[in-house]
């Protein structure tokens, strides 16, 4: 595995930084805005002068507490969200002022039903796909009815600068993230998959943009540099992509091992990577049209059809120089599992590549077999 840099954070060390930040914004009066999922349109949270915090659960601590209350055989980022907030133990579910989220899967929806007995949720209704125009409106009327809700709940006011200035902001923030990314595309990539993941994941937990811009923008240009000092005409091990379900909650039992096992894992087709990145919102026309597009566009598997992942599917394995493709499948996750026929056969058929799905959940029970999994996949690829 490719060392790490002396000054970086590990996840629950930024975690636990975060809260300390957090704390202090609200003692100033800040507002907190709890959110789930890639589809939020952060840029509204902003724009009424609060602070957009995810609460995705990549811990199986809490899970115990919210199988109290939800089926076991549940996806474990859902067990994992709702055990924190019932149990009471995560400080940025008692810091958010309100819950922000949306209708994706179906165990998320209803999920949120629960929470919103422990803590105001405002469920957006995304709609099931995105063909027609019927699609596009609906979501657009989400946006304006977000509008009231966060002036009501957070008694603000939005107005159209605020908003057209958040827009500019996040898209500053996502082509710095997206240069961040694409190192990975250097042969051998200079930075760990590892790394990638932890950094995105604990950027959460900064609450000022412009600072996580400039975090991203740093790191991108100390690996640009170390590229050429270092690793530029070197032998490279062989490039993974991880697609499929967001990989934090497993990050220590599969991107890390793939790492010491021998491989470099270049790329994330999830939403730990480009997906909701690489495609900015409209600058030039009405900003609730513009957010409604772009958060329309991502093509995560709860959308039917979906042709869009595999499109970007196969752009990311040409453009990462991908030698497999291994998919993470969280246990019960209905629609990733059966959209990972149409990945297997994609990678397998048309891009002739090896594919391996790897259906886990965030206990350790099952390390020693995804260990001797992942080490035949590699060798296969050797
Ligand atoms: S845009 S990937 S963050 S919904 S919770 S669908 S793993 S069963 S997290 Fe997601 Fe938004 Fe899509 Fe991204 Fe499956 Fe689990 Fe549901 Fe999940």
Request: glycine share 6%.
């Amino acid at each position: 595995m490719l060392k790490l840099p002396e000054n970086f954070q590990d996840y629950s060390e930024a975690r636990q930084q975060g809260f300390i930040k957090l704390k202090e914004l609200k003692e100033r009066g800040k507002k907190v805005v709890g959110i789930f999922c890639t589809y939020t349109p952060t840029e509204m949270v902003l724009a009424a002068g609060a602070v957009p915090v995810g609460l995705c659960g990549m811990s199986d601590e809490p899970i115990p507490a919210a199988e109290k209350f939800l089926p076991k055989n549940l996806c474990p980022l859902i067990k994992s969200s709702y055990g924190f907030a019932v149990s009471d133990t995560c400080p940025y579910f008692y810091f958010s002022d309100m819950i922000l989220a949306e209708t994706t899967c179906d165990g998320k929806k209803k999920m949120y039903e629960m929470m919103n007995e422990l803590k105001y949720t405002h469920v957006m209704q995304l709609p099931p796909g995105r063909s027609g125009s019927t699609a596009l409106h609906s979501w657009y009327d989400e946006m304006l009815r977000l509008k009231e809700v966060l002036e009501q709940q957070l008694e603000t006011v939005i107005t159209e600068d605020d908003l057209r200035n958040a827009i500019r902001l996040k898209n500053r923030e996502r082509k710095a993230t997206l240069d961040f990314f694409e190192i990975g595309r250097l042969k051998p990539s200079p930075v760990s998959g590892y790394e990638i993941s932890t950094i995105m994941d604990s950027n959460s937990f900064i609450f000022d943009t412009e600072e996580k811009i400039a975090i991203l923008e740093e790191r991108t240009a100390q690996l640009k540099k170390d590229y050429q000092e270092n690793f530029a005409g070197k032998p490279s091990r062989p490039r993974i992509l991880i697609t499929g379900c967001p990989s934090g909650g497993v990050r220590d039992k599969i991107i890390r091992q793939i790492e010491e096992l021998g491989a470099d894992m270049v790329a994330f087709e999830n939403c730990s990577g480009p997906r909701a990145q690489k495609d900015l919102v409209a600058e030039d026309k009405d900003p609730y049209l513009a957010l409604a597009e772009k958060y329309l566009r991502i093509n995560c598997s709860v959308m039917s059809p979906n042709p869009e992942r595999i499109e970007a599917l196969g752009e990311m394995l040409d453009e990462y120089s991908v030698d497999g493709v291994i998919e993470i499948i969280l246990q019960a996750c209905h629609t990733f599992a059966i959209e990972s026929y149409r990945v297997r056969k994609f990678v397998t058929e048309e891009k002739g590549l090896p594919y391996m799905a790897l259906e886990t959940d965030y206990s350790q029970t099952d390390t020693g077999q995804i260990n001797t999994r992942i080490s035949a996949f590699l060798e296969i690829i050797d």
